[in-house]
């Protein structure tokens, strides 16, 4: 972004009134607690200033990322010359009998006490996500046997400039994988969920179930991204435990002792140790079992050095 376009971008955001940051850092808006430092980073607070954003950036070709709470991204310690636009401040849920819309910004946290005081089921894994509900959509999110595509029943996107509707089918969601995350130029900006009658106390009691689960096998007290690798048909953690990888770290990241699943920063690892850590089990997986792990992160802003 060259000094006029960045100046005219600034102006814009002023004009929207969108609340704007510069310099701010990766390591502060992603879970990982990882990444270097953004040029320009906004907060739009509805669909309609994001998408004005979004128009106004693709037509002066600004560099940028659709960020939500960051739990499912790796960000490279380079410098980001683009904008990042965060979209928690985009946060609208409306609840209709047995069906939730939400935009992209809302929290899965919230989205799921609005089932609870409902007494829906089939979302009571959201309250185990540190996730926005556009970015859980974007990976199929899940846990403990219920995901994204059991209740997605369709979402707006904005594609080429244009806010369509695409059925849940469209969306192509699979194993921690979807049409969002093979073409992000895909955006989401509403989804509307489709869950089950039950009762209060049944939902509550199935979220306390998996939260306690999550709480006795997850190592939540470090920074991570969760299980970071995945295989369409077998356990990428349990194949890591087997290759003696627990414990294996570089720098400041480390396989966890907990779940071997989950690579963590335990001393304010860089992006480069956290991306190194996961390298290295991609190979040894291949290299012990023939075993290829597909990444469930998303890698922001790596060129093809940082990669090698």
């Keep these: 972004m060259n000094e006029q376009t960045f100046k005219t971008v600034l ?27 953004i040029k320009v980073t906004i907060y739009p607070d ?4 994001f998408v004005k954003c979004i128009r106004l950036f693709t037509r ?17 310690d380079n410098y980001y010359h683009g904008v990042v636009v965060v979209t928690t401040k985009i946060s609208t849920i409306c609840v209709h009998g047995v069906k939730i819309c939400a935009t992209m910004g809302a929290s899965t946290l919230k989205v799921y006490k609005e089932t609870e005081k409902r007494g829906l089921s089939g979302g009571e894994f959201l309250s ?21 595509k059991q209740i997605l029943q369709w979402v707006t996107v904005l594609h080429n400039g244009r806010v369509r509707r695409l059925s849940a ?24 969920l489709k869950l089950k009658r039950s009762t ?17 096998t997850q190592p939540l007290n470090f920074r991570s991204a969760g299980c970071m690798l995945y295989h369409d048909s077998v356990s990428i953690s349990r194949l890591t435990d087997q290759a003696g990888l627990k414990g294996y770290g570089i720098g400041g990241a480390r ?12 001393d304010k690892a860089s992006s480069k140790d956290i991306y190194l850590v996961m390298q290295h089990v991609e190979r040894t997986l291949w290299e012990r079992f023939g ?7 998303c890698l922001v802003n790596f060129n093809e050095q940082d990669l090698k």
């Design 11 to 37: 102006a814009k955001m002023k004009k929207y009134m969108v609340e704007t940051h510069l310099n701010k850092r990766f390591d502060e808006l992603t879970t990982l607690g990882a990444g270097g430092k």
């Design 200 to 216: 209060e106390q049944q939902v509550k009691q199935t979220s306390q179930q998996m939260r306690t689960t999550k709480a006795q």
């Design 60 to 76: 002066l070709k600004v560099e940028h990322y659709v960020l939500g709470k960051g739990s499912n991204v790796l960000a490279s």
């Design 128 to 148: 185990c996500l540190p996730a926005s509900i556009g970015g859980a959509t974007v990976t199929n999110a899940g846990c403990f046997g219920q995901d994204m």
């Design 169 to 192: 089918k469209q969306c192509k969601l699979s194993k921690r994988n979807s049409l969002f995350k093979q073409q992000p130029d895909y955006t989401i900006l509403k989804v509307r």
């Design 255 to 266: 396989v966890s002792d907990k779940h071997a699943g989950f690579i963590l920063n335990v």
């Design 46 to 49: 509805t669909v309609r200033k």
């Design 291 to 297: 075993v290829v792990a597909k990444r469930e992160i």
